[in-house]
Nanobody
Framework: QVQLVESGGGSVQAGGSLRLSCAAS????????MGWFRQAPGKEREAVAN????????YYAESVKGRFTISLDNAKNTVYLQMNTLQPEDTGMYYC??????????????????WGQGTQVTGSS
């Protein structure tokens, strides 16, 4: 089993920055993709960014390109999300996700089997 624990959420004014961390523990061998999703009240969970652990290929939602950066420290089994120029529309619960399957493309929340509990991010105007 793999456990994911997020940290680093908070409240910042528009234009501010936050850095989220997601530490994986347990059976982390073979984790193939790790990602960040967010969910605002009354909305569906949406993909923010993901990273493939073998070649560090990344994917970003259009809404965060140029502002957010996902990175991975394989030695620490930790994935990070650096969020710059935060806006009120970035507000939501941010979840870390991971999966072992190397034969899958990862785009949607349903593609990931392992989830953290989430950390709240609030961008205020």
């Amino acid at each position: 089993q793999v456990q994911l624990v997020e940290s680093g959420g908070g409240s910042v004014q528009a234009g501010g920055s936050l850095r989220l961390s997601c530490a994986a523990s347990g059976y982390t061998y073979g984790l193939y993709c790790m990602g960040w999703f967010r969910q605002a009240p009354g909305k569906e969970r949406e993909a923010v960014a993901n990273i493939y652990t073998r070649d560090y290929t990344t994917y970003y939602a259009e809404s965060v390109k140029g502002r957010f950066t996902i990175s991975l420290d394989n030695a620490k089994n930790t994935v990070y999300l650096q969020m710059n120029t935060l806006q009120p529309e970035d507000t939501g619960m941010y979840y870390c996700a991971a999966d072992h399957n190397p034969y899958r493309a990862y785009y949607l929340a349903t593609d990931f089997a392992i989830w953290g509990q989430g950390t709240q991010v609030t961008g205020s105007s």
